[in-house]
Structures are given as structure tokens and as C-alpha cells.
């Protein structure tokens, strides 16, 4: 699945479309991608407006249309954007497509865990702006970090750090590579982090945000080698930092990739309520 990073990349592929009109739409209204979507509205209110702007926040990108009309867009598995000329055929895969004079905008999913959300508003729909403060944004704090600890204290770090409503965009690969780069141990429960793990862990979590976003959300280029992420992918690799074989398990529902010699587990009991 797309995360923080690859969710940039891929909404700057709609950039050459910016202060263009959309002069035709392509959709399937019929494929859930448009669960719970006027389809009607949505061709009705974006046919002949400019496209203004874009913006990505975790995994969601939002894209606004004239003043009001305002397009959001999950990738969920499998899901991309793509631009080509105004010519374009559509694939069955591409279930919905903006033209402009000169370029399509399209959306690809082939396997329909994405979804199209609409709607026509002043300001942006609640839907996106209740979301979650950006983790690499002035208001993911030590603090903040530390009370979402304490409100999960009895889910494994690399579960809690899968959880959308907490840290936006943060999926297995970053997961992995930020308990890594902060010695934490992916079992570890969340409610037993000293102060200054939770430092540590608040500090990786926003510095490789920061990197993935500058280098996977440029262009698609691979972290640096020093990084775990060119050594979790297979069984049996070695740890870049100390050499030793890398543990692989299933932790939070996903395959989850660690040192046991740079994360070793830390299993401090958590106090039982009175």
C-alpha cells in the first residue's frame, strides 16, 4: 500500500493539470471505489471548472476544483494517479479520468481498495479536516506523541504505529524503519516507553517523514543505503548497522522486519489498574 511518501509522488503527477480547465470526465460509476459518492454530482460540479490545487495528508490527498468542488482521493492497495496526453484510452482499470485540453488525470486501481470521495463546500469537508495532525507538522509534539502512548499503552509499537487515527501515512515499511532506526523493539508495549524513548521515538518519527517525503516524494527515489528499508523486503538478511540476521514475524497483523541484537525486546510489565 501507498504510504506518506509514495501518496506525494503520486499527487504531484496531477501537477501538470493546475490552472487547467477540465474540459471532459471519464468515470465508472458503477466500480465501489465510488462507495457512498454522487458520481452525477461529481461529473456535474467539476466539468468546466480549473483545477486549483492539491494537497496530500498521510495516505489521503484532497484536490479542489473552482471554489468549491472538492475531489478526495485514498490509493488504498494498489491504487495510483498518472497523467497522460488528452488522447488517452482508458484501461478497466482506470475508473476515473479528468481531461484537460492537453493531459488526462487519472486514477488507477486495479483492485478497487481506493476510493473517490466529492464534495461541494466553502471550505474543505470534514472528512479532511478532522484528520490527524501531519507527524512531520509544528503540532506532533513530545507531548502529543506521549499521550497516544499512554491511551495504547497495551499495543505493540509497531501496531500502534500502523494506527491511521494516530500517525497518518505511517505504513509497514516506515513502521519498520523507525522503530529500527530508534532501537525499539517492534513488540515492545507502547505504555512502557521511558520519557526518553518516546523522545527518541518522536524524533525518528518525524526525521524520516521528513527524508521519505524529500527523496520518495521527489522522485521515487529508494531511501538512503544506509536506511533497514533495502534489507526488509526478503528472509534471511542482515541488519546495516550491525551485521547480525534480521527477524522476521507477523506483529499487528503484518510482516513485520527487526534486529533482535539493535531492538532487543524490553519486557517491562505494564502496572494493572487499581
Known amino acids: 500500500m501507498p504510504e506518506l511518501a509514495e ?45 486549483h490545487s492539491s494537497h496530500a495528508h498521510g495516505k489521503q490527498m484532497l484536490f479542489r476544483f473552482g471554489s468549491d468542488a472538492w475531489l478526495g482521493i485514498h490509493l488504498g492497495m494498489t491504487g495510483r494517479l498518472l497523467a497522460a496526453s488528452s488522447l488517452h484510452r482508458p484501461s478497466s482499470s482506470d475508473h476515473l479520468i479528468l481531461r484537460t485540453a492537453s493531459h488526462s488525470l487519472i486514477f488507477r486501481d486495479p483492485r478497487l481498495f ?15 479536516s478532522n484528520l490527524p495532525p501531519p507527524i512531520h507538522s509544528p503540532k506532533f509534539t513530545v507531548p502529543y506523541l506521549r499521550k497516544i502512548c499512554a491511551r495504547r499503552a497495551r499495543s505493540p509499537l509497531k501496531a500502534l504505529l500502523l494506527m491511521q487515527q494516530f500517525f497518518p501515512g505511517i505504513g509497514n515499511w516506515m513502521a519498520d524503519e523507525i522503530l529500527w532506526q530508534a532501537k525499539l523493539c517492534p513488540r515492545t508495549l507502547s505504555g512502557a516507553l521511558s520519557s526518553s524513548s518516546i523522545a527518541q521515538l518522536h524524533q525518528r518519527l518525524r526525521q524520516i517523514c521528513r527524508t521519505s517525503l524529500r527523496l520518495i516524494g521527489h522522485d521515487y527515489s529508494d531511501p538512503p543505503k544506509t ?7 526478503r528472509s534471511g538478511g542482515y541488519c546495516p548497522r550491525c551485521q547480525r540476521r534480521l527477524s522476521r514475524a507477523p506483529i499487528g497483523g503484518r510482516t513485520t522486519c527487526w534486529c533482535p541484537t539493535c531492538q532487543p525486546s524490553t519486557p517491562l510489565p505494564l502496572a494493572s489498574p487499581d
Not at 471550505?123 to 479532511?128: A, D, Y
Request: net charge positive; no cysteine; aromatic share 16%.
Open 7 to 51: 501518496v506525494e509522488y503520486f499527487r504531484k503527477k496531477w501537477n501538470v493539470g493546475l490552472d487547467h480547465k477540465i474540459v471532459s470526465i471519464h468515470l465508472q460509476s458503477e466500480k465501489r471505489v465510488f462507495r457512498q459518492t454522487s458520481t452525477t454530482l461529481l461529473a456535474r460540479k467539476i466539468r468546466g471548472r480549473s483545477f
Open 114 to 128: 481506493g476510493r473517490v470521495r466529492f464534495a461541494v463546500s466553502p471550505r474543505p469537508p470534514s472528512w479532511w
Open 227 to 233: 536506511w533497514l528499508y533495502r534489507h526488509r523486503w
